[in-house]
């Protein structure tokens, strides 16, 4: 939404001629939350009620990021004339006041009398009490609803308890969003009412409690004996949510091996920034292994499981996840030698290592920042080993992102990608692997048969990891992907790569990251010039991104002058840029240097406070550091909706009249100087 001064009345006329349109999105700008009036109200709410008497049917309506100014009484029912015209589907009302204006009864209202709303989303716009028990009455009489998301929202614990009781009796709610919620209050309500959900839901797949309080710190054995038997969830998040303890954790690894000694649907468990310690993590494994007389105990008679014996008290292991995230956890680096472990008579596994290398179905894995180093690539190395006795592995998603592996862990990871061939997506990125580290792995992918993705950013390579890289595209066919972002590979190390591709007409490389590794424009020429400068060039790249190095303004117009010459049907993200230098566009834009104030506070003196015209955006870029001159240079662009408003801002600053809050600053045509932004 552009506040635009012209009475609104485009957007009656807008919705009265659009009788097919479906999906209508109100958005404000991301810089700032965008003011509506009554007058706009009532000019949509015009437009809907042609709309609707044209037999248009609406299905998805969003308001996001827009605020209601005035006073209740001057908006009369305009506000939800939309909301009780259209049979809609969807509705999404997020950073948004409007329901502050008599909400709380009209989205109850809707609620009920609408039978094919199935998604509802309230993102960061219920702060009231009252409007949450009305909401809350509403949802226990809504059947048709699937999905809900209040994620962001400030909310008292009593308020979300009811809301969460009353979603038990929807038979159809599949997925429920409460993440990013600042609760107030004790949190036991919460987690009762959570409980009763488990134990009476029959249709909910999804719910996420990610960054929802200190929730973790408060769940029950009750909420975990629930887990353990509703048939019906798949994806659990508790991410961020308070750290989980010992006992829950134990308790947690129970659920987790009922719900699949049960055959439920449990298969992803979030769990990052939940476990504190190694012991905790051994808690949580340990407990996946269950008995009859467990089972006997937590859904039976407790008296009668202690009168147990024989094959019920005897203990398998049970895991039906398919997806691990174990991010943020540093407590799973700990000692271990692999070279210790090869010499002993009978070496028994590390039980992270069983962990891994026990859940057969696990299929994507997900270990970032937990600070495995060394150690725990040799762990690794043993779990997903296919030629070990009792292999049973199944992981083609591996993301070992900021491991701090260094070139030794590196080159423990290179023998995985040897053996092997399951692998089809590992992210290294992060990891100090340096020139060894990358050769290393360089040289185990050149028969690897299996990974399509390989993410190396911020490795520091250098030339000659380029170089061996090189060497593997020439006999590689299997990547399709690969970030060789911020190694300082420069243009020796580009050209490598190119001259790497060109000798293997098999290759099915198609997307390619150089972003941050200080080439030039003139070689990223001669890397197109080796790919593509012939008629029956064999390559099958499709995306290169290449910004962020050392290209000027001057290069960038040459590279596309070249690309323009060329056969190929490659995007390179450099090339974005050129929208920006577009004339027409460039003659209703300014840049302002230093900095003043915030993008919303600059459009608001050049709009308003002095009237040089409408702003349709304003972008805030940093310029590339130059010699004697500390840091990166900083400023704003505003871009006007007409070349006039350039004058304007031009006389105003020649005027030394361009100070907001006490700070003056320069004011320059786009495109008058030698300003190079990268984004």
């Known amino acids: ?305 202690d009168k147990m014996s024989g094959s019920d008290l005897a203990v398998h292991y049970n895991n039906n996840l398919s997806i691990l995230q174990f991010n943020q956890l540093k407590c799973l680096n700990f000692p271990f030698n692999l070279a210790y472990f090869k010499n002993q008579y009978r070496p028994i596994d590390p039980e992270f290592c069983k962990f891994v290398a026990g859940s057969p179905n696990v299929t994507n894995a997900q270990f970032v920042n937990c600070n495995l180093g060394k150690s725990g690539a040799e762990i690794l190395s043993l779990a997903l080993d296919p030629t070990r006795t009792g292999f049973t592995s199944r992981i083609k998603i591996l993301n070992l992102r900021n491991n701090n592996f260094t070139k030794e862990g590196a080159k423990i990871i290179a023998t995985i990608l040897t053996k092997n061939n399951l692998i089809e997506s590992i992210d290294l990125s992060g990891n100090k692997i340096g020139v060894s580290g990358a050769q290393a792995i360089a040289e185990s992918l050149k028969n690897n048969k299996s990974v399509r993705f390989l993410n190396i950013y911020s490795n520091k390579i250098d030339v000659d990891g380029a170089r061996a890289f090189a060497e593997t595209l020439a006999v590689n066919n299997s990547l399709e992907c690969i970030d060789f972002g911020f190694n300082r590979i420069r243009d020796e190390g580009l050209l490598s790569l190119a001259r790497g591709l060109v000798r293997n007409e098999q290759s099915n490389l198609k997307s390619l990251g150089l972003r941050y590794n200080f080439i030039t424009a003139d070689h990223f020429i001669d890397f197109l010039r080796i790919l593509w400068d012939k008629k029956n060039s064999t390559t099958k790249l499709t995306n290169i991104f290449i910004r962020n190095n050392r290209i000027s303004e001057y290069g960038l117009f040459n590279i596309s002058n070249f690309y323009s010459q060329l056969q190929a049907k490659v995007q390179i993200d450099l090339l974005q840029k050129q929208r920006f230098l577009d004339q027409e566009k460039l003659s209703r834009t300014i840049w302002i240097h230093p900095v003043p104030a915030s993008p919303r506070e600059v459009k608001n003196f050049f709009q308003v406070s002095q009237n040089c015209g409408i702003v349709l955006d304003v972008r805030q870029r940093k310029g590339t550091k130059w010699p004697n001159k500390g840091g990166e240079v900083d400023c704003l662009f505003v871009e006007f909706a007409h070349p006039l408003s350039v004058t304007r801002a031009l006389y105003i600053a020649s005027r030394k009249e361009a100070v907001i809050n006490g700070k003056t600053f320069r004011v320059f045509k786009a495109g008058s100087g030698t300003y190079i932004y990268s984004k």
């Not at 909400?103 to 039978?115: D, H, M, P, R």
């Not at 409980?195 to 009750?222: D, P, V, Y």
Request: hydrophobic share 40%; with cysteine; net charge positive.
């Open 1 to 305: 939404v552009k506040n635009l001064k012209s009475g609104y009345y485009y957007l009656t006329a807008l919705l009265t001629h659009l009788t097919s349109l479906e999906h209508l999105l109100f958005v404000g700008p991301e810089i700032e939350q965008a003011t509506i009036t009554a007058r706009f109200t009532k000019a949509v709410a015009k437009g809907f009620t042609n709309f609707v008497n044209a037999g248009g049917k609406l299905r998805q309506l969003v308001y996001y990021n827009v605020q209601l100014t005035g006073q209740l009484n001057e908006y009369g029912d305009s506000i939800y004339k939309g909301l009780h015209l259209c049979d809609l589907s969807s509705l999404t009302l997020a950073k948004t006041n409007m329901l502050n204006y008599n909400g709380g009864k009209e989205l109850s209202a809707f609620i009920i009398s609408k039978k094919n709303l199935v998604e509802l989303k309230l993102n960061k716009c219920l702060n009231d009490e009252t409007t949450m028990k009305t909401l809350a009455d509403s949802l226990m009489r809504s059947k048709q609803l699937m999905k809900l998301d209040l994620s962001g929202t400030d909310i008292t614990a009593n308020a979300l308890q009811s809301i969460i009781y009353n979603l038990a009796f929807s038979p159809q709610l599949q997925y429920l969003n409460l993440s990013q919620m600042n609760l107030t209050g004790t949190l036991n309500p919460v987690v009762e009412s959570l409980f009763k959900l488990l134990r009476i839901t029959t249709s909910l797949e999804c719910l996420s409690l990610k960054k929802c309080g200190a929730i973790n710190t408060c769940l029950t054995k009750e909420f975990f004996s629930a887990l353990g038997e509703v048939r019906s969830l798949h994806t659990l998040d508790l991410s961020f949510s308070g750290i989980l303890t010992n006992t829950n954790l134990g308790y947690l690894g129970k659920a987790v091996a009922f719900n699949a000694k049960k055959k439920c649907s449990l298969n992803q468990l979030n769990l990052d920034g939940t476990i504190n310690s190694y012991n905790d993590f051994l808690t949580l494994y340990r407990n996946m292994m269950i008995s009859e007389a467990d089972h006997e105990r937590w859904y039976g008679d407790p008296i009668k499981a």
